[in-house]
């Protein structure tokens, strides 16, 4: 499957880390194939811990940011949490001007929003 190539998912702990691959992440095609597998990762096992690493994302379209809003609305309708990470600044910026920065829990690093489920 292409899409599998497109993020890396491991577990740790009650958290399932997954790592975005593209640097850019604009269009359709490419946010089809990242929000199937990230779905399907969010809802496959037990644990509806979500930490996802942007530390590879450079560019991000608003139609992004939709597929974050209804990934986040999931893990939540499963009693679980998407938390954020490894965000550049440049695309903290857009979290910023879209308030999804209040909507989102985001960590600087990796480890931060690991510890953060306790």
Do not use: P, W
């Not at 530390?55 to 992004?64: F, G, I």
């Amino acid at each position: 499957m292409t899409n599998q190539a497109r993020i890396e998912v491991r577990h740790e702990g009650k958290a399932k880390i997954v790592e975005l691959l593209d640097e850019e992440i604009l269009d359709e095609i490419t946010i089809s194939e990242i929000a199937e597998s990230l779905f399907s990762v969010l809802e496959e096992g037990s644990a509806n811990q979500m930490v996802l690493s942007f530390a590879r994302v450079k560019h991000l379209s608003s139609m992004a940011l939709g597929t974050l809003i209804r990934l986040n609305k999931r893990a939540e309708e499963h009693g679980g949490k998407l938390k954020l990470c490894e965000i550049r600044k440049n695309l903290y910026e857009i979290f910023e001007i879209t308030k999804l920065n209040k909507l989102f829990d985001i960590y600087e690093s990796r480890d931060l929003a690991i510890s953060s489920f306790g």
